[in-house]
């Protein structure tokens, strides 16, 4: 009988790990800086806020962590093997730079997604133009 008792707690202890282990970590809190990955950047770095509509957009985290797993960390979209192309020949490349964030066809760029979104709903307060977004030039 102990030993059976020993053998079910073994099990649940196992368990809660396990569920901790896929917990996934929410979104970061404080906006996250966005810095233009190379020199020669026209404007000042953007800060991104995870706030809630921002999560509620259909797909939430993986809509925009495209190539995430789920479980690891989640990653910057300029990294190495994502969008780290800031070259202006490949400036119109779904992988480039400049397209993750104004493709005017890729549902989870900034300004396509917002274009949909002010499309849908004209009273929304999604930012569209340049300077909506890049309120600060560089320097
Ligand atoms: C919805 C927000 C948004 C809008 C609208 C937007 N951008 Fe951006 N842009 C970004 C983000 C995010 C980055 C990546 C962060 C960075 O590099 O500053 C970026 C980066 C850039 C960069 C490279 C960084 C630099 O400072 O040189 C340029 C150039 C740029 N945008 C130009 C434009 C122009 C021109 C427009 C209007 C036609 C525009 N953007 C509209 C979000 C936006
Ligand atoms: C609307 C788009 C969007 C959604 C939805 C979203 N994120 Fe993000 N997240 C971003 C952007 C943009 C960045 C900044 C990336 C960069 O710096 O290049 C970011 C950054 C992060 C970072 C910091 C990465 C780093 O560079 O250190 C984490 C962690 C993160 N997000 C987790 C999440 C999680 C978890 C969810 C879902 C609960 C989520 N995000 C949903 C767009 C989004
Ligand atoms: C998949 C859709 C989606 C993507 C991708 C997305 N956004 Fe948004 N964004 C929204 C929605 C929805 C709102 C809320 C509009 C409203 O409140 O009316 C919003 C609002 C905003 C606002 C205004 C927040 C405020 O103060 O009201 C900013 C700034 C913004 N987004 C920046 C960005 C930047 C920068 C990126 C890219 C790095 C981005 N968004 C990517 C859907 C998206």
Redesign the pocket.
């Known amino acids: 009988m102990k030993r059976l008792t020993i053998i079910i707690l073994a099990c649940i202890s196992m368990l809660c790990i396990a569920t901790v282990a896929l917990a996934v970590a929410p979104a970061p809190k404080d906006p996250v800086e966005?810095?233009?990955p190379a020199d020669g950047?026209?404007?000042a770095?953007?800060m991104?806020v995870h706030h809630d509509r921002h999560l509620a957009v259909e797909g939430s985290c993986a809509t925009c962590h495209h190539k995430w797993d789920g479980a690891s960390a989640v990653t910057g979209c300029s990294v190495e093997g994502c969008h780290s192309d800031v070259s202006k020949e490949n400036k119109k490349n779904p992988e480039s730079y400049?397209s993750a964030?104004?493709s005017r066809t890729a549902p989870n760029s900034?300004?396509n997604c917002?274009t949909v979104t002010l499309k849908a709903d004209p009273a929304s307060k999604a930012?569209?133009?340049?300077n909506?977004?890049?309120t600060k030039k560089?320097g």
């Open positions: 966005m810095k233009f950047n026209k404007y770095p953007i991104f400049d964030f104004h900034c300004v917002h930012p569209k133009k340049c909506d977004c890049h560089n």
